[in-house]
């Protein structure tokens, strides 16, 4: 499953559209789940409800009202920390702020994007989530 927050909706589209050509195009099951959240609480929501479905991959933005990036993968982290291996699960965080990441990677995080994401960027997050997903289901 592939978890998307932010509280802009268009960002949430747009990412949601990009994540769903990229395993396409990798030739990755149509069954990991792409879910995009305007809300960071309906994240936790959802993250409680799914969370025997791994491998799981989230994206979320650094800056939203109510709770952080930085706290959503922190509350992340909690749940999924009953799971013996760092292989099933990942979350990467987006921002046009970069000094959010130094609190969000101690937390957890494993990469901070800019946000509007650049081209280049794209090619390495389609990257990172494509040999995630490869990865998970050579595993399985």
């Not at 990991?32 to 959802?46: E, N, Q, R």
């Not at 901070?112 to 399985?140: G, H, N, T, W, Y």
Request: glycine share 6%.
């Amino acid at each position: 499953m592939v978890l998307i927050v932010d509280n802009e909706e268009r960002s949430v589209t747009v990412l949601c559209r990009l994540v769903r050509a990229w395993l396409s195009d990798a030739g990755l099951p149509e069954a990991i789940g792409i879910v995009g959240s305007c809300s960071a609480h309906a994240a936790i929501t959802t993250i409680a409800a799914t969370k025997g479905s791994l491998p799981f991959f989230l994206i979320t933005d650094g800056e939203m009202p109510v709770m952080s990036g930085t706290e959503l993968i922190r509350r992340t982290h909690v749940q999924m920390g009953s799971f013996p291996s760092a292989k099933s699960y990942c979350t990467v965080m987006m921002s046009g702020n970069y000094d959010l990441f130094k609190d969000a990677h101690l937390v957890g995080a494993r990469r901070f994007f800019q946000k509007p994401l650049p081209d280049e960027e794209s090619a390495v997050l389609k990257k990172m989530i494509v040999d995630f997903f490869r990865d998970a289901c050579v595993a399985r």
